[in-house]
């Protein structure tokens, strides 16, 4: 019997509800928690500039895997690079999926958002601007490390980020990520109902504050490294390109 006939005599099937847009969200979940870590740990590695020039030399070498490969080798962040950035293209395909689509669409939310004066809403909002903001400067980000790996270190970052006027990206980069990545991190928490405990409602609220505290100490430590790296580029501007070898201080 066809589906038109079933139709007709008032005979229904129940229809199987796939199973993809849950797949999808928990693709995203997890991509986004790799990168969120990845933000973390990043940020922290590039504050060794602030401990001095050879602990960001040291953390450079690192990376290089220079305690396997004697003096290692810069292809190894190339390849962490190119990781990075296709976990990202496939955070931000996901993530996509749920942006307004249309003029229309958008004005239906930003109506709807109006009604409910909901502030996890308003969160939801500026994770997309801010993920508009990380596609274009990230990606171009990542694909200077990609083809560039050997030009990192206290004074090839430096002169990259003062003398090729790289500073202003930088910056917004930087707050974008934090925000994004905070933001996410918290919604995360409140849709897979981590940390809600005994009483989900309290939880949130404190989570909400934790979160914030994050945000805002690695807000700091991004916006001093900068500072730093803007100071040492200056300093070196006069030798723009030569690499650090550990002789000056």
């Known amino acids: 019997m066809s589906d038109k006939i079933e139709g007709y005599l008032g005979i229904t099937k129940e229809k199987k509800k796939s199973r993809m847009p849950a797949k999808l969200d928990f693709y995203q979940s997890a991509t986004g928690v790799v990168l969120a870590l990845f933000i973390a740990f990043h940020l ?3 504050s060794s500039i602030l401990i001095g020039r050879d602990a960001m030399m040291w953390m450079t070498k690192m990376f290089e895997l220079d305690f396997i490969i004697e003096g290692g080798t810069p292809v190894f962040i190339t390849l962490l690079a190119m990781f990075i950035f ?3 293209i496939i955070h931000a395909g996901l993530a996509m999926r749920k942006f307004p ?3 229309r669409e958008y004005m239906r939310f930003i109506e709807s958002a109006k009604n409910l004066k909901h502030p996890d809403t308003d969160l939801w909002f500026l994770q ?3 993920g508009f903001i990380m596609f ?5 980000h990542l694909y200077i490390i990609m083809t560039q790996p050997g030009n990192v270190g206290p004074y090839l970052s430096s002169d990259r980020i003062y003398s090729d006027m790289m500073w202003p990206g930088y910056l917004v980069l ?3 990520v934090v925000i994004h990545a905070s933001v996410g991190v918290y919604r995360l928490i409140i849709k897979w109902g981590w940390l809600d405990f005994d009483n989900p409602k309290a939880n949130r ?3 909400r504050k934790i979160i914030k505290i994050v945000a805002i100490f690695y807000l700091i430590i991004g916006a001093l490294s900068l500072m730093s790296y803007m100071k040492i580029g200056y300093e070196h501007r006069d030798h723009y390109g030569e690499r650090y070898t550990g002789e000056h201080k």
């Open 44 to 46: 922290i590695f590039e």
């Open 86 to 88: 296709t976990v990202f």
């Open 101 to 103: 689509s249309s003029y």
């Open 128 to 130: 997309i601007i801010t």
């Open 136 to 140: 274009f400067i990230g990606s171009v």
């Open 174 to 176: 930087m707050v974008s």
């Open 205 to 207: 609220a404190k989570n």
